[in-house]
Each structure stands twice: as C-alpha cells, then as structure tokens.
C-alpha cells in the first residue's frame, strides 16, 4: 500500500477526541499543509473535534494568518500543552475565554518528555522549574480555570526535591515536516532550519500505538536517500503529504536561505549593524558581560540583537547557541529565531536541552518584561497576554551567568541616544519593574540557592542580584537617578555603595572596540 495520501486524506485520519502532537518552532518546520486541510475539514464537518493539542513549541507569526492559529475554532480542541505561546494569539483568546483546557510547560522538558515517552519511562524528573509557576505548589502551569488536572508533581529523591512532568500514555497523532521522503518515508530534513523533536516526536507517537504523517517537499524513490541524510526513517512514517511550495517555506521570514541550513557559508560582513538605539544600547551592555569563547544562549526578542553586536564588534570564538538545535554562526531573529546563518552544526532540540539542563552554557542573555522587588521576572503571562515560558525556564535555572535584557518601560517610551549619553524625551507608560507580577518564570530564589550571577540590563540602569538582593550598580550618564529611575519603578531597590555610571561608548554611534 502506497503511504502518499494527499492532505485531505491525511485530514481524514485525524479522529474526534485524538490527541495530536505537531512539530514547528515559531516560523519553521511546520506542516502547514496538513493543519490547513484539518481546519478545512472542521469548518465543513464539524469533524475532528475535540482534539488534544500537544506542541513543544507554537508556530505562528503573531495573526491569524499562519501557523497554529487555523486550529483555533471552538469545538476542534478540547485542550492544548505548548511550551510557547506568543505567536498564536487566536489560541490564546480561547484560553482566556476558557474553551480550552491548556498548560504552559518548559518547552526543554516537553522536548525530552516525547523521548521520555518514546522509551517508556515516568516521564522527566528534574530540578527544572522548581520555585517558578509550573511548580505544582505555585500554578503547575495551569493556564486557566477550567484546567484542573496537574501534568506536574513534586517529588523528593535523596532528600533533594525534583519536579516529574507526566508522560502521556497514548498519543494517536504526530504530524511532522521535512524535505524529502522516498516512497517507503525514509524522511531527510537537509534543507530545513533545524531538526526541532521530529524524531523523538515520530518514535513517541509510534511507540504509543499512533500514526504519524510526514509533510515534505517532495517524494522521490525508494532507495535514492543518503541513508545519512535520512532524519526520521520510514519504519516511522506512516503516510507522506507532499506540501505546495507556498506551504514548504524554510522560514516564515523566506521560502529558502541556503545560509541557515549548511548549504553555503554567506560573509557576515552581510550583516548590517544596528542603528543607535535603546535596544542597541542594551545590547551592547550585555556584550560587555560576554566572555571569551563562551558558549551562550540568546533568547527571542532584545537579546537578539548581542549576536549583530558581537559580529559588528568583531568579537571572535563565540559559539552561540539557541534551544531549536542550532550551534555556532549568528541567530536570526523575529519569525526567523530558531535559524542560524553559518550554523556550526545542527542537533535535536532534545539533545540541545540535556545540555542546557546540565549546566553547558558558559552564559545565557534573555528578555526582561517584568520584575520584582526580589529579582524575579515574568516573561510567560501579562494579564490576558500569554507569551509562554519557551525555553526560558529550562536556560535560566542551569547557567552560572544569567543577563535579562529589556527596556526599563515600555509602550510610548521615546529617547535621543548619542554623545555618549541618554536622555528620556517621552517616559513610557508601563512601569516594568514592580511589586507584583503574575507569574514568576524566573525565581530569584533558585538562583540564589544555586549561586548564580544574575544581572538585569536596561537603556539607562543595570542591577545584580547581590547576595539575593536586588541592587542597583550603574546608571546612564544623562539621567537623573531619582525622576528617571526611581520614579519609575514600584519598588525602591537597594543602591549599590559603589553606583557608576554607564560606559559612555554604549551611547556613541561608532564601534565601542569591545573585541578581546
């Protein structure tokens, strides 16, 4: 029996009540083709409903266009696990409007979890997100109020305490992408961005008594794949959906970019550098904090910018590193995060956690939008805006060097940056620093007990956390410390006894020569 099917096929074996697992990661390695011909099917059948959706990572580009948001109509989920959340926000409203049962869980322990449940075992039993809202003594990553069953339990072993994310028993879906697959499913993913959890997610699925359906670009003969280049092989795949070129985009930022996918080394000196702005300034302090030949990790969103930095800066022996695989060259970013132009090399998104989890970064650079008097950030839930903990939890719990990165406000915030200082022309209107915040994705706590140096870096301030005390060390050369800093925060921090200002190169146009 032939395995190609066509995607209304595949969407025909989708069955009410299955729980589906689909891979993607922001804007890469999804099977659009497949969710598309499911929502079709849905809309003119009411057929498969209630479904339970599974994804380590959402893939969306923030509208209702792409991505996982053509599952978002009532009736076709019944509850969804996901580890990132911000671009999907058509799923989002439905867990606000509670139609859906949902958690947000680290999307490093949801990539181990199809492992864990590949190799039938209880699941994965860690320290990650001890203290933060997946703790099951906090929210247990419970999105709403309908949602009830825990998919986290604290355990204690050896009198050390450790969290087990549950395995699912059965999973009757997996849909998964590549680039080619020959007629018996043998699939390779040579052109992709990365390699994500296709094969964990294949092996979980099949070992669980599902099917699996692999979306590629095209189908070629049995026996005409580099056995090497073969990502998933076809004693997995089920069936084959060969994808139009308009759904078989690398990213959603290009149809194709040999440079993120091995295929060419492109000069770098490509790479325009940032103009002068907040977020370069920012960028540029948290550069001052890397070290030589450091591994690190940077995270969606202003750490983004650290790698244009350290390529204008010159600054060499770097291997950056992000959570989709990637290791080496300079990460992409916005819908593109994930891709690398001039990967060193690409490996399983479960293997790049377990190195992660166990303390492999040297340094790791992520996003500030909200903290607390203690030194905790939220990055995960803003009121109805659910942005997901990602693989932020998974990164911040298990590196010794941990730098936040964000704009002191947000929303209107308006500055003139140059001559070597800052001044604030229109104070933004959301104070990021406060007393409360609605969920703790990072816990200052952990990082005080594991002995983390832990610093947050803004346009015009720097803070450490100091012996466990939040404490303000370096302002901007320009502002005033008390209407520009103090004032705009809901808390009063404690103020180092050696405060400094601001290295003046951060707020000057040309190159500051930080390369060591």
């Not at 049962?101 to 864990?116: K, Y």
């Not at 247990?140 to 825990?150: A, F, P, V, Y």
């Not at 669980?208 to 095209?218: F, S």
């Not at 060419?264 to 948290?286: E, F, G, H, Q, T």
Request: net charge negative; glycine share 10%.
């Amino acid at each position: 029996m032939s395995k190609v099917i066509t995607p209304q096929q595949a969407a025909d074996l989708v069955k009410d009540g299955d729980r589906i697992v689909m891979s993607g990661f922001i804007g890469m390695c999804h099977p659009q083709e497949i969710t598309y011909a499911i929502e079709d099917r849905f809309l003119k059948t009411g057929h498969p409903k209630d479904l339970d959706l599974f994804f380590p990572t959402n893939v969306g580009d923030g509208t209702d266009r792409l991505g996982m948001n053509h599952l978002a109509h009532d009736g076709l989920l019944r509850s969804i696990v996901g580890g990132h959340w911000n671009l999907v926000p058509a799923l989002a409203k439905m867990v606000n409007e509670n139609k859906v049962q949902a958690w947000n869980l680290p999307i490093g322990t949801l990539a181990q979890l199809l492992r864990e449940i590949a190799g039938g075992r209880p699941g994965v039993i860690t320290k990650i997100g001890l203290h933060t809202f997946v703790d099951p003594s906090l929210q247990g990553g419970k999105m709403n109020e309908i949602t009830k069953e825990d998919l986290v339990e604290l355990m204690v072993i050896d009198g050390e305490e450790y969290l087990r994310y549950k395995p699912f028993k059965h999973i009757n879906v997996g849909v998964i992408r590549g680039t080619y697959a020959d007629t018996d499913g043998n699939m390779t993913m040579e052109k992709e961005a990365a390699f994500l959890e296709a094969l964990a997610m294949a092996e979980a699925v099949k070992n669980t008594g599902g099917i699996v359906i692999a979306q590629v670009e095209d189908i070629v003969d049995k026996g005409t794949l580099n056995p090497k280049d073969v990502k998933v092989p076809g004693i997995l795949v089920d069936y084959i959906v060969k994808g139009t070129p308009e759904n078989s985009w690398q990213t959603y930022l290009d149809p194709y970019k040999p440079e993120f996918s091995g295929q060419i080394k492109k000069p770098l000196d490509a790479l325009a550098p940032m103009p002068l702005n907040a977020r370069k300034v920012i960028s540029r302090r948290a550069a001052m904090e890397l070290s030589p030949n450091a591994i690190v990790n940077l995270g969606i969103g202003i750490p983004e910018g650290i790698a244009n930095v350290a390529n204008e800066e010159g600054i060499e022996g770097l291997k950056m590193t992000v959570e989709a695989g990637n290791i080496g060259g300079v990460p992409a970013s916005g819908v593109g995060f994930g891709a690398c132009t001039n990967p060193d090399c690409t490996i399983d998104s479960p293997a790049m956690f377990d190195f992660y989890d166990g303390g492999g970064l040297d340094q790791a650079f992520l996003g500030l939008a909200e903290c607390d008097s203690e030194g905790n950030i939220n990055v995960s839930r803003f009121g109805p805006r659910i942005a997901g903990c990602g693989g932020f939890i998974n990164i911040t719990q298990s590196t010794p060097v941990v730098v936040f990165c964000g704009t002191f406000t947000a929303k209107g915030l308006k500055e003139n940056i140059g001559e070597g200082k800052l001044e604030i022309v229109n104070e933004g209107q959301v104070k990021k620093f406060k007393q409360d915040i609605d969920q703790i994705t990072f816990s200052s706590e952990f990082a005080k007990e594991a002995g983390q140096k832990v610093l947050y870096v803004t346009e015009r301030a720097v803070f450490e956390l100091k012996d466990g005390v939040f404490t303000l060390t370096e302002i901007a050369p320009g502002v005033d410390l008390q209407k520009d800093i103090l004032d705009q925060m809901e808390f009063n921090p404690a103020i180092s006894k050696d405060l400094k200002l601001m290295d003046e190169r951060l707020f000057k146009a040309e190159p500051m020569g930080l390369k060591k």
